[in-house]
């Protein structure tokens, strides 16, 4: 049985591929290459570049390759940026969407597992979040990812489509030297970037209400989270009972000082980072439950903080290796 996975050739999406290919699932991958790297693809894993949008190139990727399910991780993922690009973010994540649930109709496919976003929560009134955590999204962004969980389930009663929705917060780390993050917006890159061109990171606020004053944060490990990705898609096949939607949460969040701290314990490079200003908007914490991920989706946090920093450095220090000159 073979897999679609869309977005593949981004960070997440290609641990994802990696995933099943360790698992011995067959996979096959569609990519704009937007954000994404062709490199990133395994030489022996099919390659598609083209648009979700493009349905008839979807529906014919569905039918040369016999895919019988997809985990469609493409998407437009810069929140902030996506205030700007309204438009722009509704095309990619909703539109898409819906042409590829029509291109999946069209050809059989009848499982998804669906990338989806801790920013369909806004600001969360709540110590934990769980699955029952009124949603209440803040951007265009997470305005898209809760519409495409709304246009999913309608699919599902409307033609029997077996989904689930999985609910991501702050996805760091490498499974490989050789994938890594390189958004400009996250937390991880944008440190090691500032490090590697010897300047100083900066926190942003220091005088919320948390034990350290900084921002506290739910991080989970890519490679956890690809992990249950292989385990929703054989349960989808196997046509086992999900649940709609699922947290890929730790339970226990972290501070913005102490990843700072653990950077810079793993780097070697001793730093005071820079305390600016606080963001607007920005809440003193985010932290949701994983439970019902780890009774059905064998979701546990495998990696601690200190993991997560080493192997995300890793991977940043073999790309700047190779970009240095012979």
């Known amino acids: 049985m ?4 869309t977005g593949g050739a981004g960070y997440i999406g290609s641990h994802v591929v990696r995933a099943f290919l360790d698992a011995g699932m067959e996979v096959v991958v569609l990519d704009s290459l937007e954000s994404g790297f062709r490199e990133f693809v395994p030489g022996d894993v099919p390659f ?3 648009n979700v949008t493009d349905t008839d190139t979807v529906r ?26 309204p438009l722009h973010t509704y095309e990619q994540n909703v539109t898409g969407t819906v042409h590829l649930l029509q291109a999946m109709a069209d050809e059989g496919v009848e499982s998804i597992v669906f990338s989806s976003s801790a920013a369909v929560y806004g600001t969360p009134d709540t110590e934990l979040v769980t699955e029952a955590t009124p949603t209440s999204p803040e951007s265009p962004y997470g305005e898209s990812k809760l519409v495409d969980e709304w246009v999913l389930r309608a699919q599902a009663v409307a033609t029997g489509l077996r989904q689930t929705s ?4 702050n996805v760091v780390g490498s499974g490989y030297a050789d994938l890594y993050d390189a958004s400009p917006h996250n937390l991880f890159p944008k440190v090691f970037k500032t490090l590697t061109d010897g300047g100083v990171p900066q926190i942003n606020g220091a005088d919320y209400p948390t034990p350290d004053g900084t921002c506290v944060r739910d991080y989970v490990h890519v490679s956890d989270l690809a992990h249950s990705h292989v385990v929703a898609a054989r349960a989808l096949a196997d046509e086992a ?9 730790s339970g226990d969040g972290v501070s913005v000082r102490q990843i700072m701290d653990t950077i810079a314990a793993v780097t070697g490079i001793d730093f005071d980072p820079v305390v600016g200003p606080r963001r607007p908007g920005d809440p003193a914490r985010i932290v949701a439950s994983g439970d019902l991920a780890a009774r059905d989706l064998e979701w546990a946090m495998r990696h601690d903080l200190t993991d997560m920093v080493r192997s995300a450095w890793g991977a940043w220090m073999h790309v700047v290796a190779r970009a240095l000159p012979e």
């Open 2 to 5: 073979t897999w679609l996975v």
């Open 241 to 249: 009972p999900l649940e709609q939607v699922y947290n890929l949460g």
């Open 60 to 85: 014919a990727t569905l039918r040369d390759h016999a895919v019988r399910g997809i985990v469609h991780v493409a998407g437009y993922k810069y929140a902030g940026v996506s205030v700007r690009r």
């Open 48 to 50: 598609v570049e083209a």
């Open 166 to 169: 999985l609910r991501y917060f």
